[in-house]
């Protein structure tokens, strides 16, 4: 993460700070303006009526910013922006997706997500100085193909699951999961192959 003193006088607006992973500002028009249209769209998908897939779907392909091929999302949802959500073919999310899109937030297709599941993107910094003055920034998310993450599972900054791979419920998912593997725990660590008996 750059110094704060590096970025005071960095030309790039906040938001090309932001998706570069940089130190950058939230608390900036553009960025705002792009937050409240979020605000208004999650609000409508949270709000709309259940029998009326189609309409919950058109609202989802305005919010996020690719929705594959009968992925299904259970309301409510709350993101950051939406538009940094990439959600693969057939996957199903359960009730209560937090996903706080700072960074790329890559769901891989047939995903399983139980619910309150949260993905993090959004890092601070740790000397004090710089987080009181309002710095921050984010690392991408990636999950895999075939992934099954269990509910209340918290996705943290800069985490990448490989596929097939299962998070048990209540997982911290700080460092990086391989492929074909069962994660559980708080820091999540690996306790076995998914193909053992």
Known sequence: MTSPDLVEDDPRSMRERMLAGDLYRGADPELEAEMRQAMVLTKAINDSDPRDSEGRRGLLEQLLGSVGAEVEIRPPLHVDYGSHIHVGARTFINYGLMALDVAQILIGEDVLMGPNVQLLTPTHPIDPEPRRAKWEAALPITIGNNVWIGGMAVICPGV???????????AVVTKDIPA????VGNPARVIRSVYDR
């Not at 074909?180 to 994660?183: N, R, Y």
């Open 180 to 183: 074909d593997v069962v994660a």
């Open 160 to 170: 990448t699951i490989g596929d097939n791979s299962v998070i048990g419920a209540g």
